[in-house]
T-cell receptor, first 111, second 114 residues
Framework: EDKVVQSPLSLVVHEGDTVTLNCSYE??????LLWYKQEKKAPTFLFML????IEKKSGRLSSILDKKELFSILNITATQTGDSAVYLC???????????FGKGNQVVVIP | GAVVSQHPSRVICKSGTSVKIECRSL??????MFWYRQFPKQSLMLMAT?????????EQGVEKDKFLINHASLTLSTLTVTSAHPEDSSFYIC??????????FGPGTRLTVT
């Protein structure tokens, strides 16, 4: 069974801090790893990672995948209060066409 | 990006009644749609996968007679919660994908059963 473990489960930081979120996984036939941001509603897509070592960036957010050690990190630099959210990591298995989600990293950014 | 809508966004119903939730892909044809449930402070749990024109595949522990899924067209899937109970109160989210593309999530439906 596919498994996704995220850490830390929750953290509180001050505006301007840098946050690093971890996602480790076990999957039978890895297709991709995805990061989502969830505020009050449904998740919004951040990144899809398929290859090791290639950093993806979007503004202050970046993410990288290590397929040998089976983990990914999501970095948020110069955090703002609007970054407060739950960040979900999911892996997709070629075999069953499904996403398996981790429990999420709850990030609270205080002014 | 692709847009997926859900209706209603919020519904309150009485125990014992049935509720239907619609999921539509607005600007693409979704060969596969997924239904998730999310309880407070929990992650998304996949309930079932549906392919257009065929029966849904339910995850272990999800009662197919209670959660009826219909995927009658390439742009519409429905989830009907039958004989709803308070423990069915949850946030229900659908996602849709075209072939092997990424999944696009709908905005979710918050169901409260009183």
């Amino acid at each position: 069974e596919d498994k996704v473990v995220q850490s830390p489960l929750s953290l509180v930081v001050h505006e301007g801090d840098t946050v690093t979120l971890n996602c480790s996984y076990e999957v039978t036939n890895f297709r991709s790893l995805l990061w989502y941001k969830q505020e009050k509603k449904a998740p919004t897509f951040l990144f899809m990672l398929t290859s090791s070592g290639i950093e993806k960036k979007s503004g202050r957010l970046s993410s990288i995948l290590d397929k040998k050690e089976l983990f990914s990190i999501l970095n948020i630099t110069a955090t703002q209060t609007g970054d407060s959210a739950v960040y979900l990591c999911a892996v997709e298995d070629y075999g069953n066409n499904r996403l398996a989600f981790g429990k999420g990293n709850q990030v609270v950014v205080i002014p | 990006g692709a847009v997926v809508s859900q209706h209603p966004s919020r519904v309150i119903c009485k125990s014992g009644t049935s509720v239907k939730i619609e999921c539509r892909s607005l600007d693409f044809q979704a060969t596969t749609m997924f239904w998730y449930r999310q309880f407070p402070k929990q992650s998304l749990m996949l309930m079932a996968t549906s392919n257009e024109g065929s029966k849904a595949t339910y995850e272990q522990g999800v009662e197919k007679d209670k959660f009826l899924i219909n995927h009658a067209s390439l742009t519409l899937s429905t989830l009907t919660v039958t004989s709803a109970h308070p423990e069915d109160s949850s946030f229900y989210i659908c996602s849709a994908r075209a072939h092997q593309d990424e999944q696009y999530f709908g905005p979710g439906t918050r169901l409260t059963v009183t």
